[in-house]
């Protein structure tokens, strides 16, 4: 791989994994409703099953979700249900005893499971794999070379989301502020499903 296709990658790597989105958003939450310690599980859940939705596409399996326009649409319903159920759930707790008893508990494999209900990390797995991957006789190196990257990336930023997080805990245990705090979360989400919708209906336009 050229020192291009490799800063090329990086600098997607950045934009994509850091701008603000359902993982991240999550992470923020649940470190600031249940501390870092809780935040974690979902922390490392993301990496892990986006690097096997990865997988998934770098073996070709991936591109049934472009060519089957009901699988691709039913990964968007359920994956949007879920986030607005989880943005329903955050919009309704303002005091930190509520959250930590009820709200917002996305366990680890719900996390990893996620990921496979996120049509944008389908589709960033697919550009990566349509840019870097397909077409390259050194295909498999490439894939093993780009998938601690990737991996690598997503935990980094949702940790660093997690600990923002967690360093808002006691503020935010103060008035209202965590009741704020945590409708701003869920209208992060619900933007991030209107976001998503909208670009799938540009695409099939």
Do not use: D
Not at 126 to 144: F, K, P, Q, S
């Amino acid at each position: 791989m050229t020192p291009a296709e490799l800063s090329a990658l990086l600098l997607l790597a950045t934009v994509s994994s850091f701008t603000p989105g359902p993982n991240t958003t999550l992470s923020t939450a649940m470190a600031a409703n249940h501390g870092l310690q809780h935040a974690m599980r979902f922390v490392c859940a993301v990496p892990v099953g986006w690097g096997l939705l990865f997988t998934l596409c770098a073996t070709g399996l991936g591109s049934l979700v472009v060519a089957w326009p009901p699988l691709r649409w039913g990964i968007v319903v359920l994956g949007n249900t879920y986030l607005l159920w989880l943005a329903s759930r955050l919009w309704q707790s303002g005091h930190l005893q509520h959250a930590n008893s009820t709200q917002l508990n996305v366990g680890f494999w719900q996390g990893v499971g996620l990921q496979f209900l996120n049509i944008k990390a389908w589709m960033l797995a697919l550009a990566i794999v349509a840019g870097w991957i397909a077409g390259h006789e050194n295909a498999a190196e490439r894939t093993w070379l780009l998938l601690p990257i990737m991996v690598a990336y997503g935990f980094v930023s949702n940790l660093t989301y997690a600990v923002a997080g967690s360093m808002l805990r006691h503020w935010l245990a103060q008035g209202n502020r965590l009741l704020v705090f945590n409708r701003c979360m869920a209208a992060a989400l619900l933007a991030t499903v209107l976001w998503l919708l909208s670009g799938l209906r540009q695409g099939a336009a």
